[in-house]
């Protein structure tokens, strides 16, 4: 069976600093990674080149994902093709009510595909659906995208827009950060709904608490923009004991 | 003499030609006949605007007004029926169509028939040539120095001439509509004239649109606007010329007592234009809400100059401007604030931002505030910024291609401007105008 997504040897700079030195990953349909590491390992750097962000220029390896050539891929394009980053930071955008902005994204990303768009009852009736779920008000999809919205409402609004896109690969960067417990679980559980045997997922997380309520199969160590160690669920606790210096040194 | 001198250039000397040829046709004898030669003089003794004229620091017409049209001939039959399928897309359901095909009111495209009690609708042309003496003396009443109303007061063709009485409360949105017909290259001069009696309300759009085959042309308009005591005027104003044309207008709007102006202008049409507007307030506890929107690509010059003239205590008034300008577009605001010894306890603040879309785009914002009471409160921002890359990474992230993240965050940007619309049938008339500058792009 082919991967869903394969990071092979890849290296990546901002301006003139390397931050990956050929990172490999494979990511099979079905499973949940969680990736793990200090601050500046490159875990967020990772994150965004597979999503597309501008401003990191590979100088070495691949990307596929179902075999295609995600780096020649714009990020709208990506996002088409079933890629999903839920933001560390989602910004704020003043102006865009964030009924319009899913109606606008989710019809893009059914044209590129060659679908039709939804008709505004149907989509009506799955946000409302999908919202209930998330125990996302009405209100808050009247008002601008994100504005206003606390850190927990952030998030639940980035799983919303991924139960909405059903991507076929979700990262999920830092999604605890600023998130207290009872905003945790509502997030996590979100999450955890849409895990299905045709999904994989990314967890990005510099601490173990996040694993306790999406549970990995999976669990790699990034040290200095390399994957480091590899295991299953359990090495997440061994580093919650012994923390990640005893990486640092061997990186 | 300087600026004798300066005003012979040759498109100086071809705008008194033009004047020569016209005058037997204008209409109006007598005393307005002298009023035009005496206009045509104050023209001539300065000339066409140029950039050393502070006012005009930005929009040099010595340098972008390269030709002087003929005066427009009045519409043939041919031009009559391009106008009518230019008018189909730009209708608004429900409002009273007052047409001006080339200058010259257009009474088979218009709607003057089954007039709500206390309104009167005549136009220009009737009002000069057969008009009382106070109609005429305040469309030649504007006692204002610039020379491109100078210019249009001597060349003045037709226009409407719209009355509501006091008291009257018009339901139906009153709509002028100035089309180009696409004849040969020529300019037109138009004025008209609204007076909003006590305690009246109405609703005015103003378009200016082109029929398909329309390019060059050269639109000089003015408007003259009286707001009664007590009395309410939502104007909307867009200009979707042709992208070869060219468009001044100037607008003189004096409010009363207790009054309130709401006006809202989006230009996205026109190579070169300009609206000039002074806005006096002549009688307390008036308010004014003023908002503009340029949207401008190509090498496209729009010029939005307004003047807010507090005279008189208690009054408010509120400036937000937006420009979104691509590829070599000039936008350019000046606002102007001027709060005299008098008015005390005036509530002015304006804001406008300017969105560049290229590196070589260019917007000029020039707030001046002029304070001589003590007790006021006023204030005045500027910014310009191009898109934010983190919101468009966002959109793109999501599935927008960069053209649609684009517009969004375009819509967003102008929509505070937009937004103050209290019509919905207007708002969705300016809604419309700024999406179909977004689809033009591509």
Redesign the interface.
């Known amino acids: 069976m082919m991967p869903l997504l394969e990071v092979k040897n890849l290296q990546v700079r901002v301006e003139e600093r390397e931050i990956l030195h050929g990172l490999s990953l494979t990511v099979n349909k079905g499973e949940v990674h969680a990736i793990m590491g200090p601050n500046g390992s490159g875990k967020s750097t990772l994150s965004h080149v597979i999503a597309g962000k501008p401003g990191y220029e590979v100088t070495g390896g691949e990307i596929l994902f179902n075999g295609e050539d995600l780096l020649a891929m714009s990020p709208d394009a990506r996002a088409a093709k079933g890629v999903f980053l839920a933001f560390q930071y989602p910004v704020e955008i003043p102006g865009v009510a964030t009924m319009t902005f899913l109606r606008t994204a989710l019809n893009a990303q059914r044209k590129a595909r060659g679908e039709g768009e939804y008709s505004t009852p149907d989509f009506l009736k799955k946000v409302r659906e999908v919202a209930a779920k998330l125990n996302i008000p009405q209100e808050m999809l009247r008002r601008g995208v994100n504005v206003g919205f606390s850190g927990g409402e952030k998030k639940r609004n980035e799983v919303l827009q991924m139960a909405l896109f059903e991507p076929s690969l979700c990262i999920l960067d830092e999604m605890d950060s600023g998130l207290d417990i009872d905003a945790l679980r509502v997030a996590a559980d979100g999450v955890n709904a849409l895990r299905s045997p045709d999904r994989a997922m990314v967890v990005i997380t510099h601490y173990q608490r996040l694993l306790n309520y999406i549970v990995p199969d999976f669990v790699h160590v990034m040290s200095k923009g390399r994957v480091v160690k590899s295991g299953g669920k359990e090495l997440a606790l061994e580093l919650e004991a012994s923390g990640y210096a005893q990486f640092e040194d061997a990186a | 003499m300087m600026n004798v001198a300066l005003a012979k250039t040759d498109t100086g000397r071809a705008l008194s030609d033009a004047f020569a040829v016209a005058r037997d046709r204008l209409p109006g004898a007598g005393k307005i006949a002298e009023a035009r030669q005496r206009a045509f003089e104050a023209y001539e003794r300065v000339g066409l605007p140029h950039r050393r004229i502070e006012d005009w620091k930005y929009t040099d017409l010595r340098v972008l007004m390269r030709d002087v049209l003929p005066l427009a001939a009045a519409p043939d039959a041919a031009a009559l029926t391009r106008a009518a399928a230019a008018l189909k897309l730009h209708a608004i359901e429900g409002a009273r169509r007052l047409v001006l095909v080339d200058g010259v009111f257009a009474p088979n495209l218009s709607e003057t028939g089954g007039l709500e009690k206390g309104l009167a609708i005549r136009t220009l042309r009737e009002v000069l040539e057969a008009g009382d003496a106070r109609l005429q003396a305040q469309l030649l009443g504007p006692e204002n120095p610039d020379t491109m109303v100078a210019l249009n007061s001597a060349m003045m063709t037709d226009g409407v001439v719209i009355e509501v009485a006091d008291g009257a409360a018009l339901t139906q949105p009153l709509h002028i509509v100035h089309v180009a017909s696409g004849a040969a290259p020529s300019a037109m001069f138009t004025r008209s004239l609204l007076r909003l009696g006590k305690a009246a309300s109405a609703t005015l759009v103003e378009s200016y649109i082109a029929a398909a085959s329309a390019k060059t042309y050269q639109v000089h308009d003015s408007l003259i606007v009286s707001i009664g005591d007590g009395a309410r005027l939502d104007h909307v104003r867009l200009v979707e010329d042709s992208r070869e044309a060219f468009n001044i207008t100037s607008s003189q709007v004096t409010l009363g007592a207790k009054a309130h102006f709401n006006t809202f202008g989006l230009t996205s049409g026109s190579n070169v234009s300009r609206y000039q507007a002074t806005i006096a307030f002549a009688g307390e506890g008036s308010r004014v809400e003023t908002n503009g929107v340029n949207l401008l690509n190509g090498r496209q010059h729009a010029d939005s100059t307004l003047f807010l003239d507090h005279a008189v205590p208690n009054c408010g008034s509120r400036e937000i401007f937006r420009s979104v300008v691509d590829d070599r577009g000039h936008s350019v605001f000046q606002g102007r604030i001027i709060v005299r010894p008098h008015a005390q306890k005036t509530d002015a603040k304006m804001m406008t931002r300017a969105l560049l879309l290229s590196d070589e785009a260019e917007a000029d914002n020039k707030p001046e505030l002029e304070i001589f009471a003590d007790d006021v409160t006023c204030g005045h921002g500027a910014t310009t910024g191009a898109l934010?890359?983190?919101?468009l990474?966002?959109?793109?992230?999501?599935?927008?291609?960069?053209k649609?993240?684009q517009s969004?965050?375009i819509?967003?940007?102008v929509?505070?401007a937009i937004e103050s619309i209290v019509n919905d049938g207007m708002r969705e008339l300016a809604v419309t105008a700024a999406q179909r500058w977004l689809e033009a792009r591509g």
């Open positions: 934010d890359e983190s919101l990474f966002y959109l793109r992230a999501r599935g927008l291609p960069e649609e993240a969004l965050l819509q967003a940007f929509g505070e």
